[in-house]
Each structure stands twice: as structure tokens, then as C-alpha cells.
T-cell receptor
Framework: DQQVKQNSPSLSVQEGRISILNCDYTNSMFDYFLWYKKYPAEGPTFLISISSIKDKNEDGRFTVFLNKSAKHLSLHIVPSQPGDSAVYFCAARTSGTYKYIFGTGTRLKVLA | DGGITQSPKYLFRKEGQNVTLSCEQNLNHDAMYWYRQDPGQGLRLIYYSQIVNDFQKGDIAEGYSVSREKKESFPLTVTSAQKNPTAFYLC???????????FGPGTRLLVL
């Protein structure tokens, strides 16, 4: 049973436009969420996190939104750049646990 | 330059052979993890270690073994009991369990 789902396996966006990557979860006990970016044949790189006490967290071009009632989070990248082309994973955990549950990833392609 | 290193980048295993993947970190992190990534799937936890000389099984530990004799090092052995070892293996570390995890570049294991 996939507790963290990224239903779009791929997404293409024009350079300079907004990229929106989505992540849905089923476990209402999840209270901390991360986004990672991964280039081919490399390890994931931490991008941004959000705690369930917030509904938004911003870091430069990256903003994560959390909708707890819908069990949904999204990563917005504005403006999108060709170097943002990568696979993006969301991950979630419950308070006091060690284990992050990862989604299956969304491949973003930013077109120049 | 702090970080996590994994070696080798590619590894080939023959039938019935044990192979060991290296993971070293100089971030002074207490916790270390091993994940496996298969195409179209999220990362799955193999083993984790909260502290030196302690480690615990993750979700898919069968056919794998680890050791944690030094804080900086967490090698993973893929034994002959692992019937489907072909995958991309990622090592990660964090200051403590449930803290943000930082990943190494990964090792791709292929079976001859």
C-alpha cells in the first residue's frame, strides 16, 4: 500500500514558467514532509521541508504548500530553469519515527 | 568539504557472490541508512543505524547485512541470498533519526 503517491510520473514545462509537482498521502499521522531532487546516477539532494504546523514554506524559487485536510502537498518552482530538469521525490514521516516514506517520483523537464 | 561518498559507482556481481558497497561520511552524523531504488519505485529502506555498533532492519533487509564499527562508515553487503540484487543503492546520513537525511551519489549494482 503506497502511503505517499506522486501520480504524475512526468511533467514538461517551458523555461520561465511555473512548475507544480504534486504529492498525496494517505496517513493522517504524517507531520513532516521533504522534497528531494535527483539527477540521473546521483543521490537525491534535499530541497525543502515543511512541518504540519505550517501550510507554506518558501526558499528562493521553491515553495512547498501543505493542505492537511486534503492530505496533499505541492512543490512550486518559479521561474523554472533548464537546470531544474530532474526527478523530484516527496517524502513523509510521523512524529518521533525514524522512517521516511518516499513517493515514486515525478520527472520534470524544463524546456528551453 | 563535507559529504557522503559511496564506492564503487558501478559494481558487478557474479552468481553466488557476496559484494560489499562502501559508504563514508564526514558530516559528523550519528545516523546512517541504506536504501534501494528500483525503476518506477520510491526509495525502500534496507537497514539503518542510529549510532555506532547498533543497526536495525528496515523494510527489505533479507539478503543484506551491515556493520557500523565506526561513526563515519556503514558498509552494506549484498549476499548471495539476495535473489534480485540489481538496483541503485543509496546511502544516507542524518544528525539523528528522523532528522533530514542527506544522500550519497549511489552505487549501481548489476548481476552478470
Amino acid at each position: 500500500d503506497q502511503q505517499v503517491k506522486q501520480n504524475s510520473p512526468s511533467l514538461s514545462v517551458q523555461e520561465g514558467r511555473i512548475s507544480i509537482l504534486n504529492c498525496d498521502y494517505t496517513n493522517s499521522m504524517f507531520d513532516y514532509f521533504l522534497w528531494y531532487k535527483k539527477y540521473p546516477a546521483e543521490g537525491p539532494t534535499f530541497l525543502i521541508s515543511i512541518s504540519s504546523i505550517k501550510d507554506k514554506n518558501e526558499d528562493g524559487r521553491f515553495t512547498v504548500f501543505l493542505n492537511k485536510s486534503a492530505k496533499h502537498l505541492s512543490l512550486h518552482i518559479v521561474p523554472s530553469q533548464p537546470g531544474d530538469s530532474a526527478v523530484y521525490f516527496c517524502a513523509a514521516r510521523t512524529s518521533g519515527t525514524y522512517k521516511y516514506i518516499f513517493g515514486t517520483g515525478t520527472r520534470l523537464k524544463v524546456l528551453a | 568539504d563535507g559529504g557522503i561518498t559511496q564506492s564503487p559507482k558501478y559494481l558487478f556481481r557474479k552468481e553466488g557472490q557476496n559484494v560489499t558497497l562502501s559508504c563514508e561520511q564526514n558530516l559528523n552524523h550519528d545516523a546512517m541508512y541504506w536504501y534501494r531504488q528500483d525503476p518506477g519505485q520510491g526509495l525502500r529502506l534496507i537497514y539503518y543505524s542510529q549510532i555506532v555498533n547498533d543497526f536495525q532492519k528496515g523494510d527489505i533487509a533479507e539478503g543484506y547485512s551491515v556493520s557500523r564499527e565506526k561513526k563515519e562508515s556503514f558498509p552494506l553487503t549484498v549476499t548471495s541470498a539476495q535473489k534480485n540484487p540489481t538496483a541503485f543503492y543509496l546511502c544516507a546520513s542524518s544528525f539523528g533519526l528522523a532528522e533530514t537525511q542527506y544522500f550519497g551519489p549511489g552505487t549501481r549494482l548489476l548481476v552478470l
